[in-house]
Antibody
Framework: EVQLVESGGGLVMPGGSLRLSCTLSGINFNDAWMSWVRQAPGKGLEWVGRIKSRGGGATVDYAGPVKGRFSISRDDSKKTFYMDMNSLDSEDTAVYHC?????????????WGQGTLVTVSS | EIVMTQSPVTLSVSPGERATLSCRASQSVSSNLAWYQHKRGQSPRLLIYGASIRASGVPARFSGSGSGTEFTLTISSLQSEDFAVYYCQQYDNWPPYTFGQGTKLENK
């Protein structure tokens, strides 16, 4: 069974930084592509960014609102993905889910973590 | 960026009845369309991808159809556990992957 567990959320001041982590088990981590998807309070789902497998070049893409502020990385030895979030503002307040990406042909989000809440507030 | 628009925003249906949810893309996404179910307090769940392919473990009462810009998710006979928010998502032109704003399916 695929399991994703996020951690690192919390309360942060506007302009501050936070690092989210996501550990993956149940599938071959080295081949896994992974995305972060967030949901702001009362809003819908919003894709944040995606990292390919190391074999796929570990290429990362970001959504416009976070480009230049967020950075996604992976540590295959620890089976963990990370998202470093900088210059946070209230618009970044959301539950952040890490997800696996099903395949290159169908890059949909087939397994989800329970999410970690990030609150940006003074 | 492709904009996904879902309708209706809220759909009221009784258990046992059929529910039909719609999703429209601002430009063609071919069949690169997924549907997710999101229940309160739970993580979203992939239901359909490739516009009509059921994900692993998804009951046969869920079906997807459409291509290009118009898509439909049909739940043939609603069960109590199906009341949730449903999102469509395109993955034809990315980044970014874009979601619709969601349709809340509620018990009539």
């Amino acid at each position: 069974e695929v399991q994703l567990v996020e951690s690192g959320g919390g309360l942060v001041m506007p302009g501050g930084s936070l690092r989210l982590s996501c550990t993956l088990s149940g599938i071959n981590f080295n081949d896994a592509w992974m995305s972060w998807v967030r949901q702001a309070p009362g809003k819908g789902l919003e894709w944040v960014g995606r990292i390919k497998s190391r074999g796929g070049g570990a290429t990362v893409d970001y959504a416009g609102p976070v480009k230049g502020r967020f950075s996604i990385s992976r540590d295959d030895s620890k089976k963990t993905f990370y998202m470093d979030m900088n210059s946070l503002d209230s618009e970044d307040t959301a539950v952040y889910h890490c997800t696996t990406v099903q395949s290159v042909l169908h890059p949909v989000f087939n397994s989800w973590g329970q999410g970690t809440l990030v609150t940006v507030s003074s | 960026e492709i904009v996904m628009t879902q309708s209706p925003v809220t759909l009221s249906v009784s258990p046992g009845e059929r529910a039909t949810l719609s999703c429209r893309a601002s430009q063609s996404v071919s069949s690169n369309l997924a549907w997710y179910q999101h229940k309160r307090g739970q993580s979203p769940r992939l239901l359909i991808y490739g516009a009509s392919i059921r994900a692993s473990g998804v009951p046969a009462r869920f079906s997807g159809s459409g291509s290009g810009t118009e898509f439909t998710l049909t739940i043939s006979s609603l069960q109590s556990e199906d009341f949730a928010v449903y999102y469509c998502q395109q993955y034809d032109n990315w980044p970014p992957y874009t979601f619709g704003q969601g349709t809340k399916l509620e018990n009539k």
